[in-house]
């Protein structure tokens, strides 16, 4: 479903709606820390083009903080020039959403990013922790953290939804690849605002492509939303050397209020005009 919006618009009062609850930092990082094991240079800056660390066990090494190299991404999970294939139900609320500038998106109520829209915000970096067990991922937006089990665990059977689900991992050769499930309702899977279901199952596939490079493919499955599974965009990430995460929290929206007063009188405008067709 392809929905036409103003850009100026739409960035307008996402700003307005973000920019009023967040405390702390939003892209500005730590000066310049030089870190020991950063391959670099001759003129002393890393060399984000050399070659992919690897674990004492011969694994690809994710660990990093890392940051999205496009701001789409975190707008539409799809594919340019393709729609996911929503069902009736998704589609009329995927297209209210749009309509409304996702006013009401999670984080204006400091809820958090789901998966994998908290990876995807450009301006705020999250780092990855590969550890013997367990993979990690620590989010500069909000303090949160999501964990990666690779102890050889299986899925949760009935879990109490989360916000990140419960995710498990495995390596097939370079590739590290993600099961997630057990997902809360009500996150969105991009700021968009595509919906999900309890029954979303995500698989992500992560590729370090060399020191400062990282891909990762997301496969959704979710067929109470969707009429197949599908795929996102390839996203890509770019390493943050020789610097660290800051704190950033989320303090109460004094706006909220004013824009839920505004899109709530949107709403029973467009419900009246409606009624009278």
Known sequence: MRINQS???????LALAFACAMGGTAAAQWVSLPLPGTPRTPDGKPNLNAPTPRTADGKL?????????????????????????????????YKHRVETFGWDRPEAYCMPHGVP???????????????????VLLFEEFHKYRQIHTDGRQLPVNPEPAWYGYSIGRWEGDTFVVQTAGF?????????????????????????VNFGHLEVDVAIDDPKTYSRPWKSDTMRFTLQPDTE???????????LPVLEQYWRGQEQDWSSKSGKK
């Not at 850009?7 to 009062?13: L, N, Q, T, V």
């Not at 995807?120 to 970096?125: F, K, L, N, Q």
């Not at 999250?126 to 993979?135: N, R």
């Not at 996150?187 to 698989?203: C, I």
């Open 117 to 135: 829209d908290a990876m995807t915000v450009a301006g705020i970096p999250f780092k990855i922790l590969q550890m013997p067990g367990v993979t």
């Open 61 to 93: 090494d994710l660990s990093g903080i890392w940051r999205a190299d496009n701001q789409r991404w975190n707008e539409n999970l799809v594919p340019a020039g393709t729609d996911a294939p929503m069902l009736p139900w998704a589609a009329e609320l």
């Open 184 to 208: 809360r309702e009500g996150s969105w899977l991009d700021n968009n605002g595509h919906p999900h279901s309890d029954a979303l199952r995500t698989t992500e596939r992560f590729r370090r």
């Open 7 to 13: 850009p100026a618009w739409r960035g307008g009062m």
């Open 245 to 255: 995460l800051l704190e950033h929290f989320c303090e109460n929206n004094r706006d």
